[in-house]
């Protein structure tokens, strides 16, 4: 297989996993607090935040770098549209990861208090956004010129 096959393929695997990852870390926080058992939340915003953000921002990252790559051997200069919007995206997308993590880090201080409702829904807010940057910089990346 040549090595550019072997980087799309390693490039696109973390967008993948992203794009799989965060809902599920979504739907997991939800269906706790929905459960009201506050150590069952508790443990699962501890994991979140130490384990699973940490992981998923360690992928988020691997993607301008195998992008940058991908780019230099295909020949591609670095002034195109697609690829200033997707980079211009992609920090918005790092932007909304952190005031997620700010946010989720507040939550698990509260501890068995129940969170606010403000505070949810910016969670949500700050997770839904991501998600979405996450799929217009994946649209974009698939309709690059071949």
Same mark, same amino acid.
């Given at each position: 297989m040549e090595p550019y096959q072997l980087l799309k393929i390693a490039h696109g695997l973390p967008a993948i996993l992203l794009l799989l990852g965060v809902p599920a870390h979504v739907v997991m926080l939800w269906k706790a607090a929905r459960g009201g058992d506050a150590a069952v939340l508790q443990r699962k915003l501890r994991r979140t935040r130490l384990i699973s953000l940490p992981l998923l921002g360690l992928l988020a990252l691997s993607l301008?770098?195998?992008?940058?790559?991908?780019?230099?051997?295909?020949?591609?200069? #670095?002034?195109?549209?697609?690829? !200033?919007?997707?980079?211009?995206?992609?920090?918005?997308?790092?932007?909304?990861? !952190?005031? #997620?993590?700010?946010?989720?880090?507040?939550?698990?201080? !509260?501890?068995?208090?129940?969170?606010?409702?403000?505070? #949810?829904?910016?969670?949500?807010?700050?997770?839904?956004?991501? !998600?979405?940057?996450? #799929?217009?910089?994946?649209?974009?990346?698939?309709?690059?010129?071949a």
């Open positions: 301008p770098l195998s992008g940058w790559w991908l780019v230099d051997l295909a020949g591609w200069p #670095l002034g195109q549209t697609w690829l !200033l919007a997707s980079n211009l995206l992609f920090v918005v997308l790092l932007l909304c990861g !952190l005031l #997620l993590a700010g946010r989720l880090k507040a939550w698990q201080a !509260l501890g068995e208090a129940p969170a606010p409702a403000g505070l #949810l829904r910016l969670s949500a807010l700050y997770a839904g956004l991501g !998600l979405l940057v996450l #799929l217009l910089i994946l649209g974009l990346m698939g309709a690059k010129p």
